[in-house]
C-alpha cells in the first residue's frame, strides 16, 4: 500500500529548499598572508543546529601559520545568515 508521503512526493519530516536555505550559514573564509601577500579562499555551510562544528573549524584557524614565511595568517570571514 502507498503512502501518503510517496503520493506527493515529499517524505515527512524533510525540509523544502527555501526552508533549508532559511536553516544554513553560509561561511566565506579568507586566509591570507600578511608578510608575503599569500592568499587563499575557503566556503562552507552549516546548519544553526550545527553551530558548534563552525567554531570547532575556525578555532583550527587560530595557530595556523603560513607554509613560504612562518607569519602567523590572517582570517577574515563574510556570513550570509
Known amino acids: 500500500m502507498e503512502s501518503d508521503s510517496n503520493k506527493t512526493g515529499k517524505r515527512e ?3 523544502t529548499k527555501e ?3 532559511k536553516e544554513l550559514i ?3 573564509a579568507k586566509i ?3 608578510k608575503c601577500k599569500t592568499e587563499k579562499i575557503f ?3 552549516f546548519k ?6 563552525m567554531v570547532v ?3 583550527v584557524f587560530d595557530w595556523l601559520t603560513c607554509s613560504k ?3 602567523i595568517l590572517k582570517l577574515d570571514l563574510e556570513f550570509n545568515i
Open 19 to 21: 526552508e533549508l536555505d
Open 26 to 28: 553560509t561561511v566565506r
Open 57 to 59: 573549524s575556525l578555532k
Open 69 to 71: 614565511c612562518g607569519e
Open 48 to 53: 544553526h543546529s550545527d553551530l558548534e562544528l
Open 43 to 45: 566556503k562552507n555551510q
Open 32 to 34: 591570507s598572508c600578511p
Open 13 to 15: 519530516g524533510a525540509l
